[in-house]
């Protein structure tokens, strides 16, 4: 559905603040009726997401005003700035072709924030891989979207990443829904992992000296093989999980713990682990699945490995 142009009209006498050159507009517009050869103000806005990234300011925002898709490959993101749909309508990042709908390959580590999008295939298209790729040191931010139906993971980072997830729904993909490496970090809060194939999240911890590290808080994981993985596998290497008012539910194993070489550890409170195939998997000798109390377990399988009471600090 198209804005109204009385809509239009008061975002544009809000927008008249920030008005700036062509080439450094700190709030870029995309319209379903857009065109990419029109500046993309909101008068004129753009119809696909890289016309709006190369018309954008670094640390500028990029609005999408109706229901559409707004790519056509892949989107690569290099600079500061945060993609919004505005709220009602469907503000779409497509993944076809063999590739992932948006990768941040940037070193000048910017921070990125995507609100109100989804991100999933389309029909008629060549099926694509993940949803988003975070392949140098930048901070991703994903609030109030859906990342849902890809083949791959629906969020993976690496090479020192920062990932911030807040209620957001990543549901049906073909591997893990978050999946970080190397000595990445993650937040996820108030959202919902379901129905993902390999999992809700992995922690790989593969690189020596430092860990991947995972915060899990108010949220639902439901289905796939694992709830979390931590997994290392290099000496010096470590993985990293820890859970607090969550619920893992139907998966194949909740909590897995796995270490062939360096260290991985999930640790997890007040949380509700219930109907999966086994509670925790526990192998090697620098893993550790660690319970710190107030925790509720039911209609489990039997477990695998040794659970370690820890009192909260």
Do not use: H
């Not at 911890?205 to 808080?217: K, P, Q, R």
Request: aromatic content about 4%; proline content about 4%; some cysteine.
């Amino acid at each position: 559905m198209f804005l109204t142009n009385a809509l239009r009209i008061a975002l544009a006498s809000s927008a008249l603040v920030c008005a700036a050159a062509q080439a450094g507009l700190f709030r870029a517009y995309l319209a379903a009726d857009g065109n990419d050869a029109n500046p993309c103000t909101l008068a004129a806005p753009c119809r696909l997401l890289p016309a709006a990234l190369t018309a954008v300011a670094d640390g500028g925002e990029i609005w999408m005003l109706d229901s559409a898709n707004y790519n056509t490959a892949t989107v690569t993101i290099d600079k500061a700035v945060s993609i919004l749909a505005v709220p009602g309508v469907v503000g779409s990042i497509v993944a076809l072709n063999g590739g992932p709908a948006i990768v941040i390959d940037s070193t000048d580590q910017p921070i990125i924030a995507l609100r109100n999008v989804v991100i999933g295939p389309v029909a008629g298209a060549a099926a694509g891989s993940d949803g988003v790729q975070v392949n140098a040191a930048a901070t991703l931010t994903i609030e109030k979207s859906v990342i849902a139906n890809l083949p791959g993971y629906g969020v993976r980072v690496k090479n020192g990443a920062t990932l911030k997830v807040n209620k957001t729904v990543l549901r049906n993909n073909g591997n893990f829904a978050i999946r970080l490496d190397d000595y990445s970090r993650a937040m996820v809060s108030g959202s919902q992992l379901l129905g993902n194939a390999a999992g809700g999240v992995l922690a790989y911890g593969n690189y020596s000296g430092l860990a991947a590290t995972v915060s899990i808080s108010d949220s639902v994981i439901s289905g796939g093989n694992y709830g979390v993985s931590a997994y290392a596998d290099l000496s010096g290497a470590a993985a990293r999980i820890s859970i607090a008012r969550s619920t893992i539910e139907r998966t194949s194993k909740a909590l897995d713990s796995e270490a062939s070489s360096g260290a991985a550890e999930v640790s997890f409170g007040s949380s509700l682990i219930a109907d999966n195939g086994q509670s925790w998997n526990v192998f090697g000798a620098s893993a550790k699945v660690l319970s710190l109390g107030n925790n509720q377990l039911r209609g489990n399988g039997a477990p695998l490995g040794v659970l370690t009471p820890l009192a909260p600090q």
